[in-house]
């Protein structure tokens, strides 16, 4: 049954899966989505606030210049006759009666030579002022104070007769706008955190799948083929879901068959090679019982000579012994034991090999033998008796390629993660013909052998995930070599 992937899991979406790790939220589509739609939203609010609150201060300032204004002309027509008349006490009443008016900061009349003849600071009357007579300076007021100034001249048929001079204060006007600039910023992270949110659902909607999809693919890279992914909305992503459940349906379909072909050959394969193996040993047997069978019929008829006899026995023992030789091989071929993979040093396998075959006399003692190590103690993982073997059965056939003297080397390198084996002769050389079907089992190219020696070998080297690499030149020699995995 397939399994549906409803959402990435648990694990997934907390990032504990690997793909999350190697993703940084920072590359997500979900951050993404969500710091363009905040840093959108705040720009947006942002100019909106700003734009308000310019217009809210213009507005609010001219109707603050208009009443200041007002005031002042009311102020200058209030004054003049008094002024003229250098009524100080009607001076002085008008201007505590401005001070009374909302907003007024301050309040002064000033005569045309710059005396302050009334003012709401009383420390101020008597003063002359003709500097801000004549540059329309404000009143001198505490730093801080944020005071609109305003100022009228009084004439009179065309004279200037003195001026009048009026500070409103913005105070009020200032904090409107403050408020209204508190409230603006206020919206502005109201809607960056419903913007924020917005955008974590809409992507979280919009990503669900293809985080299921990731998942799916991670699975499906690790054989999984029954693994889906739920596609029941109808966006796009929805209709990527179900592409890609489509695809692996189709994957899945292909993949079996693909098995299923591979299954048919394999046993194709075995058949044929079932076949070929009984043309071998048939073949192998045939010429050594028929040379049997023809010396029994011959000494069965009980008339032949003493020496003749003698002969004939001798061929049935000589072919008895070459058939019990071919099937002992072919036993050790067809029985490889498992091999015992463990931790070993190789140089010191190889070193104790050479001196094994230094020592074995049935070896032609023109032959040398040498060890050309990359180190004191390489060590490897694999199983010391049967990569003994190897190595005995490769030197064998080096040295029986060699017609009187010779050198056979065994060397081992190592690179970072393994160990290379050669063994390199200075014999005829395998001839071409041999040279692709050598490891192949009966392909011999010696009178007296069985042609088993390497395919024993490559079952070995095979089973410890490794392939015999040959090459070799008519008359010069032969380079036979195989990696072992270091420890
Ligand atoms: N180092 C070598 N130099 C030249 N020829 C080689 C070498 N190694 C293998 N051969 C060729 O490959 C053939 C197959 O070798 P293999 O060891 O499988 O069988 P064999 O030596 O003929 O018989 P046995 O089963 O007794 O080992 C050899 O008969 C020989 O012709
Ligand atoms: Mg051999």
């Known amino acids: 049954m397939n399994a549906i992937l409803e959402t990435a899991p648990a694990d997934v979406l907390s990032g504990n899966a690997d793909w999350s790790k190697k993703l940084p939220f920072t590359s997500t589509l979900r951050f993404r989505l969500i710091l363009s739609v905040a840093v959108v939203h705040a720009v947006l609010m942002g100019l909106f606030i700003w734009d308000a609150v310019s217009e809210q201060s213009d507005s609010l300032r001219a109707e603050l210049q208009n ?27 008008v201007t505590a009666r401005i001070r009374n ?27 002359r002022v003709r500097d801000r007579i004549a540059s329309s300076e404000a009143m001198p007021l505490p730093a801080g ?30 904090h409107a706008l ?29 990503t669900r799948n293809l985080h299921a999809m990731i998942l799916a693919v991670r699975r499906i890279t690790g054989g999984d083929m029954d693994v889906r992914v739920s596609a029941t909305g109808k966006d796009e992503v929805s209709l990527l879901a179900r592409a890609f459940n489509t695809m692996v349906e189709s994957l899945q379909r292909t993949s079996e068959q693909v098995r299923s072909e591979h299954e048919k050959r394999t046993e194709a394969e075995r058949l044929a090679c079932v076949g070929e193996l009984s043309a071998s040993i048939a073949h192998e047997i045939r010429n050594p019982l028929s040379a049997i069978i023809n010396s029994v019929k011959l000494l069965a008829r009980g008339d032949i000579a003493e020496d003749d006899r ?13 058939l019990q030789r071919i099937l002992n091989d072919f036993l050790t071929f067809s029985r490889v034991p498992e091999s015992k993979v463990q931790s070993a040093d190789l140089c010191q396998l190889v070193t104790e090999t050479v001196a094994l075959l230094n020592n074995d006399s049935s070896l032609p003692q023109t032959v040398t033998m040498r060890a050309r190590l990359c ?37 081992v390198a190592a690179t970072q993660h393994d160990l290379i084996v050669r ?7 395998i001839p071409d013909e041999l040279i692709d079907k050598v490891t192949r089992p009966f392909v011999t190219g010696r009178n ?3 042609g088993l020696g390497l395919s024993i070998v490559q079952r070995i080297l095979m089973q410890h995930g490794s392939k015999l690499q040959i090459v070799s030149h008519r008359g010069v020699g032969t380079e036979v070599s195989f990696i072992l995995s270091g420890a």
């Open 375 to 411: 180190c004191q103690q390489c060590l490897g993982r694999f199983d010391p008796d049967q990569i003994r073997q190897v190595l005995m059965n490769l030197v064998m056939n080096a040295v029986q390629a060699m017609s009187g003297s010779g050198e056979v080397v065994i060397e």
């Open 145 to 174: 104070d944020h005071v609109l100034d305003l100022r009228e001249d009084i004439k009179v048929a065309g004279r200037t007769v003195g001026s009048v001079f009026l500070g409103l204060s913005t105070d009020n006007l200032d």
């Open 310 to 322: 003698s002969q004939l026995t001798g061929i049935v023992n000589g072919e008895a012994e070459r």
């Open 101 to 127: 008016q909302p907003d007024v900061k301050y309040g002064e009349v000033v005569d045309a030579e710059g005396n302050v003849l009334a003012s709401t600071d009383s420390r101020r009357i008597g003063r």
């Open 448 to 450: 007296n052998g069985t």
């Open 423 to 429: 063994v390199i002769d200075s014999g005829s050389g």
């Open 178 to 206: 403050a408020a209204t600039r508190n409230e603006g910023l206020l919206f502005i992270l109201i809607a960056l955190v419903a913007g924020s949110v917005a955008a974590w659902a809409l992507s979280f909607a919009a």
């Open 67 to 93: 009443r200041g204004h007002a005031l002042t002309s009311l102020m200058a027509v209030a004054t003049t006759n008094a002024l003229l008349a250098e009524d100080l006490a009607s001076l002085a009443e």
